[in-house]
């Protein structure tokens, strides 16, 4: 994936099984599964099938009836409750930031339950916010209920890394927000994954989403039978029964464009313009490139606006952009994202930005359709060969 | 003037009674409360006793501490607590009820323990729901502080009751009008005041 270190560490069920008194069969039967450090695993099944309980029982929400749960080797049974929870991250759906306290409080929590230090704990939420894309000057000392629904779930994310735990649990992360909301948010995921590889255990009912993010994706069965448990490429390519081939449903020859990312694509340059910067330095540089329009580029380097190089004549320094919104896609996106902001965006390309919304670069429509001819001709070179074997790139 | 320095004082020893008493009565209901919210069994006896002992006439219940508690400041501070929980009481079960189950289980899942996840979210956001019971039990129990006077208990329920039993005196109305002139203003400044400490004490995040 990269070449930053892991920090997650292997999380491992053995035989785990939850029964309640009084049901007939158990909710969760015997799951066994390894998780390898750094990686995202997808839990995904029809609703009652375990997939949250299997999830609550790594940090002893729900306490596992038996069987073993080992996190580094460590059982997580052999610790105190509350401090094995402050060193596992948990992000659920909407955030579940608490209203009465501040985004700041709200992220230290759980640094404050370890008894870090003021001074460490303060850097620690700016840190935090910058990573998820929020300002910290501007949010930090906000409440909820003054955010926006995917800005809660950025600062959901940060809290759950707030003690840089080596294994976070997510419970439908992104389900309450909007799709692009949930797509941007899934990228910025993906970015912040790249950067600090922790082992990331999320359930979800999307299969799209568990393609899109897992390293592996789970399906389970009702009493958290695995159905499957194998790379997105797999799981589309074979599925091992009709009933996963049921759940990942039609059109997964499509979906194979989710499982490209922007990153894998060449990325083309394109002239830039810096709010304030002299027009005709930008009209210069526009000309030597042979385009008609520039992106418009903030102090931290973020794209926020095409601006077409008509519209600039006759002006002396670079206006700034209107709006707060970040534009494009980030380059953890799918090719499937890509091509949609291509489609609506009337310059004919698609914007991409790298680590805290820098730009980076564009790709154009040329680009992807290059791709995707090279995929099918090595789709069909390699047809006949089994499904195994391949790595996940 | 001593008759004013009289009426200050039995004003003040009436305002005293009633907030040492409702602040005892909301630790209690809330104790009570928790207590409630963690043993469902319970809800339905919480819910008959405030509701049956808002019925309970006050003189009555007097009259039956009397012999326990013999006269003076005792069964007044008894009583008055005892109408005092029972608005605060209903008014918490509620409020922590309220709180969002996905909140409290976030809290336990990052690690809070029982009691911190108690005081720091269940708590805070019950506040505002628990202090409006603390608002009406404050003035339910300066009228049942006046009539603690029958007891002779602290406070301006003594000029009510002086004034009663002497009508036709010619001081019995002034009597009888100090006493509840004074209570009601009394009670006007308490709730003002406790709006003030709802303003000071509820989170910007959660105030309507």
């Known amino acids: 994936m990269t070449d930053q270190p892991i920090s997650g560490v292997d999380l491992e069920l053995v035989d785990v099984t939850k029964s309640y008194p009084g049901q007939e069969r158990p909710a969760v039967d015997g799951l066994t599964l390894h998780v390898p450090a750094g990686e995202i695993v997808m839990f995904i099944g029809p609703s009652g099938c375990g997939k949250t309980t299997s999830l609550k029982m790594i940090n002893r929400l729900i306490e596992p009836t038996s069987g073993t749960i080992t996190i580094g080797g460590d059982d997580v049974r052999k610790q105190k409750v509350d401090e094995l929870r402050r060193h596992i991250g948990y992000v659920i759906q909407g955030g579940s930031l608490f209203p009465h306290m501040t985004v700041a409080q709200n992220i230290a929590l759980v640094p404050k339950l370890l008894k870090w230090d003021d001074k460490r704990v303060e850097a620690r939420v700016d840190e935090l916010l910058d990573l998820v894309n929020l300002d910290p000057g501007r949010y930090r000392d906000r409440y909820p209920r003054e955010l926006s629904g995917g800005q809660q779930q950025r600062v959901g994310v940060a809290r759950g890394l707030a003690s840089d735990p080596p294994v976070v649990l997510m419970d439908e992360p992104f389900g309450a927000v909007d799709p692009i909301t949930r797509s941007r948010l899934q990228d910025e995921l993906m970015s912040i994954q790249s950067e600090l590889r922790k082992t990331i255990v999320c359930v979800t009912h999307d299969i799209d989403e568990a393609v899109k993010l897992g390293d592996r994706i789970c399906i389970l069965q009702e009493g958290a039978q695995v159905a499957q448990y194998d790379t997105p490429e797999h799981v589309l390519a074979a599925p091992a029964n009709r009933f996963v081939e049921d759940f990942v449903g039609a059109g997964s020859g499509l979906k194979q464009l989710t499982l490209t990312r922007v990153d894998d694509i060449e990325l083309r340059s394109w002239p830039t313009a810096s709010v304030g910067e002299p027009v005709a330095e930008v009209l210069a540089r526009a000309g030597q490139a042979g385009e008609s329009s520039v992106i418009v580029l903030d102090q931290r380097r973020r794209p926020r606006a095409w601006c077409w190089v008509r519209d600039l004549e006759g002006q002396d320094r670079v206006p700034p952009p209107a709006g707060d919104e970040v534009l494009g896609v980030d380059r953890r996106a799918t090719l499937n994202d890509a091509l949609d902001d291509m489609l609506s965006s009337s310059y004919g390309a698609a914007v991409v930005t790298g680590r805290r919304d820098e730009f980076l670069g564009v790709v154009d429509f040329a680009s992807v359709t290059r791709h995707i001819q090279e995929t099918a001709q090595q789709v069909e070179a390699s047809a006949g060969s089994g499904p195994d074997g391949t790595e996940r790139t | ?208």
């Not at chain 2, 501490?65 to 007044?76: M, N, T, V």
């Open chain 2, 1 to 208: 003037m001593q008759e004013r320095a009289d009426i200050v004082y039995g004003g003040y020893q009436h305002v005293s009674l009633v907030v040492q008493c409702v602040a005892l009565a909301a630790v209690i209901a809330f104790l009570l409360a928790v207590l409630v919210t963690r043993v469902p069994a319970l809800e339905g006896l919480a819910n008959a006793v405030s509701a049956i002992g808002l019925t309970l006439p006050s003189f009555a219940l007097l009259g039956f501490l009397l012999p326990l508690l013999g006269i003076g400041p005792g069964p007044a501070v008894a009583a008055v607590t005892f109408y005092a929980v029972l608005p605060i009481l209903r008014n918490a079960v509620v409020a922590l009820q309220g709180v969002d189950r996905t909140l409290l289980e976030s809290a336990r899942g990052m690690g809070m323990g029982a009691v911190a996840t108690l005081l720091r979210v269940q708590l805070p956001l019950a506040w505002p729901v628990i202090l409006a019971g603390i608002r009406t039990s404050t003035q339910m129990s300066m009228g049942v502080a006046a009539i603690a006077a029958v007891v002779l208990g602290p406070g301006l329920g003594g000029y009510i009751f002086s004034g009663l039993e002497q009508i036709g005196n010619a001081n019995a109305l002034y009597s009888a009008l100090v006493g509840t002139i004074g209570v009601v203003l009394l009670a006007l400044v308490l709730d003002a005041l406790l709006l003030l400490l709802g303003r000071l004490t509820t989170s910007k995040g959660i105030r309507a």
